[in-house]
């Protein structure tokens, strides 16, 4: 089968998205609307969209602009104008769908967490490295301009060696003990440690480095709701050695009162440190050993067109990018990654190399003792 990008002096890809929610909106907006933002060399045609019956698929089709819409999410992956799929429907539908795109040798992107399990995660990259297909996990967070160019900071040794690493990724939409239970108060990968801590963890790993041993603790607060009960983690922290010797703490929640989008850092070197909260998403705050201690202070830093992935958006500094954007800018790498074909990080081996971590810290949490990730 030859996929439209194959074709000489063709710019355009079909596009399948399986999933028409939340994250179902998100991506269409990204897809219309990133060849315009970075003039992208392929250009997305929204060709068919997927939801769990045939109303709601017509209502996003016409909602979102797509051509098709249909409850089989079977036919989008067999559909020969569709050259490419994008995985945003619930975590345990992910691997199927998976292991059928890449049997036609299709490019997948798949929402975190990368399936329900590390079972489904490790069986997902040995059928897209099997296959040879573009595979990417959507980490949308870590995309930001602001924490882009923490990464950077990093690397060019700006803070000195790392030692020290917090982050968090809390939020308060169970909060309210009165709210009831629903979907995502059953089920391992429901809980917070399977929806929030990923994120966090990428974090940690595309900041710091590899998480080598950690100890943990998850519980669950409110443990009755309305019309259920809760079997599932409301919280969850854990201790870290990174492979770099670096310590670090995490800390996830769901029931973090005030907190709307928690996902924050900070991190401390030998010659400076960083901190970043998402609620903030355009500052990045830098200290450096530099100058006279008298006027040495962390200093806030707007992001603007000299910093990643900003300028295609806005010429403004201090103008700021938004949740949508960071969608567009993983449209974006997807993209060029099925262009030059190559693989462009975060892959699913990053989407199987989190879910070892919350699988090593579940464990932990059961048995409260420290563990080895590569025991897992």
């Not at 999410?73 to 619930?90: F, H, L, M």
């Not at 670096?246 to 901190?275: D, P, V």
Request: glycine content about 10%.
């Amino acid at each position: 089968m030859r996929f439209l990008w194959e074709k000489e002096k063709v710019s355009e890809i079909g596009i399948g998205l399986i999933g028409g929610g939340y994250m179902g909106k998100a991506h269409s907006v990204a897809y219309a609307a990133v060849a315009g933002v970075f003039d992208t060399a392929l250009r997305p045609v929204l060709e068919v969209i997927c939801a769990s019956s045939t109303a709601s698929a017509e209502r996003y089709r016409a909602a979102y602009g797509f051509k098709r819409g249909t409850d089989d999410w079977r036919s989008v992956i067999a559909d020969e104008s569709v050259g490419a799929i994008v995985i945003a429907s619930p975590q345990s539908t992910h691997r199927e769908i998976a292991e059928a795109a890449f049997a036609l040798g299709k490019p997948v992107f798949c929402e975190k967490p990368l399936g329900a399990s590390l079972e489904d995660s490790r069986a997902m990259l040995a059928a897209a490295e099997a296959a040879g297909a573009i595979h990417m996990t959507g980490f949308n967070y870590i995309r930001t301009p602001a924490s882009q160019f923490a990464r950077q900071l990093i690397a060019e040794g700006r803070i000195g060696a790392v030692t020290w690493f917090r982050g968090e990724h809390t939020e308060d939409f169970l909060a309210d003990e009165t709210l009831p239970a629903t979907w995502r108060t059953t089920g391992a990968a429901n809980g917070t440690m399977g929806d929030l801590a990923p994120h966090m963890i990428n974090a940690a790993r595309a900041l710091i480095g590899p998480i080598v041993s950690l100890n943990a603790t998850a519980e669950t607060v409110h443990a009755n709701r309305p019309g259920g009960t809760v079997d599932n983690d409301d919280q969850a922290q854990m201790m870290c050695r990174f492979e770099n010797g670096a310590q670090g703490h995490l800390f996830f929640s769901r029931i973090a009162t005030g907190r709307k989008m928690g996902y924050a850092y900070e991190i401390h070197g030998t010659k400076g440190a960083i901190r970043f909260d998402q609620e903030d998403q355009n500052a990045l705050h830098l200290y450096t050993m530099d100058g006279p201690e008298a006027e040495r202070g962390f200093r806030k830093i707007l992001t603007g067109p000299a910093h990643p992935d900003y300028l295609p958006f806005c010429q403004g500094p201090g103008h700021g990018t938004g949740y949508q954007d960071q969608i567009i800018i993983e449209a974006h790498d997807f993209l060029r990654a099925i262009h030059e074909q190559r693989n462009i990080w975060p892959t699913f081996a990053e989407g199987m190399e989190v879910n070892r971590v919350v699988a090593a810290a579940l464990a932990s949490s059961r048995t409260g003792a420290w563990v080895d990730i590569k025991n897992f």
